[in-house]
T-cell receptor, first 117, second 115 residues
Framework: EPEVTQTPSHQVTQMGQEVILRCVPI?????FYWYRQILGQKVEFLVS????????KSEIFDDQFSVERPDGSNFTLKIRSTKLEDSAMYFCASRPGQGFSYNSPLHFGNGTRLTVT | AQSVAQPEDQVNVAEGNPLTVKCTYSVSGNPYLFWYVQYPNRGLQFLLKYITGDNLVKGSYGFEAEFNKSQTSFHLKKPSALVSDSALYFC?????????????FGTGTRLTVIP
């Protein structure tokens, strides 16, 4: 069964540094998402991406965050200047597009654990 | 605004006993409701969903959930718990009226099945 893959599994960075988290969504999916989870707690929506642009974003997704689909397979989340409170597990997810119905579930990757020191 | 409540942070149940993980929701329009499970150091795995139709939906690993519109609930159930069911469970909702395509998650319930 196709999977969403995320790299790296663990990223350690110093406060103020830029990080890029990488994701390869399922190949025929059209909607892409980033969520984060702090300390195994609530899963928080960050951003959704469709047709090469952001379709929705949360209050968490401020100017320090950006997303990009640089080629036909990768979907990246960049944090420009990391803060201690950015330490979390970041999950990428994808789902099929409109033709596969609006109610299709999201498929999640195993996450990247970001530790900001 | 959409919201999801999982009133229990922790649920303990003996192996072989029935289990229930509670979820209530609030949306503007009709809800699409989902349950996901998370095992340690893993992503969220889809269990089941309610979109329309029969209020009782069946999903993976013997789980089922009942949609109750009057109580705005979508409780997850299983007739006989297994130790391997021990994990973190998340309820999620998509509000069809707002047109938002993202899922809004509850705070999660940690299920522990005791041998």
């Amino acid at each position: 069964e196709p999977e969403v893959t995320q790299t790296p599994s663990h990223q350690v960075t110093q406060m103020g540094q830029e990080v890029i988290l990488r994701c390869v969504p399922i190949s025929n999916h059209l909607y892409f998402y980033w969520y984060r989870q702090i300390l195994g707690q609530k899963v928080e929506f960050l951003v959704s991406f469709y047709n090469n642009e952001i379709s929705e974003k949360s209050e968490i997704f401020d100017d320090q965050f950006s997303v990009e689909r640089p080629d036909g397979s990768n979907f990246t989340l960049k944090i420009r200047s990391t803060k201690l409170e950015d330490s979390a597990m970041y999950f990428c997810a994808s789902r099929p597009g409109q033709g596969f119905s609006y109610n299709s579930p999201l498929h999640f990757g195993n996450g990247t654990r970001l530790t900001v020191t | 605004a959409q919201s999801v409540a999982q009133p229990e942070d922790q649920v303990n149940v003996a192996e072989g006993n029935p289990l229930t993980v509670k979820c209530t929701y609030s949306v503007s329009g009709n809800p699409y409701l989902f349950w996901y499970v998370q095992y340690p150091n893993r992503g969220l795995q889809f269990l089941l969903k309610y979109i329309t139709g029969d209020n009782l939906v069946k999903g993976s690993y013997g789980f089922e959930a009942e949609f109750n519109k009057s109580q705005t609930s979508f409780h997850l159930k299983k007739p006989s718990a297994l130790v391997s069911d021990s994990a973190l469970y998340f309820c999620a909702v998509r509000d069809t009226q707002t047109g938002a395509n993202n899922l809004f998650f509850g705070t999660g319930t940690r299920l522990t099945v005791i041998p």
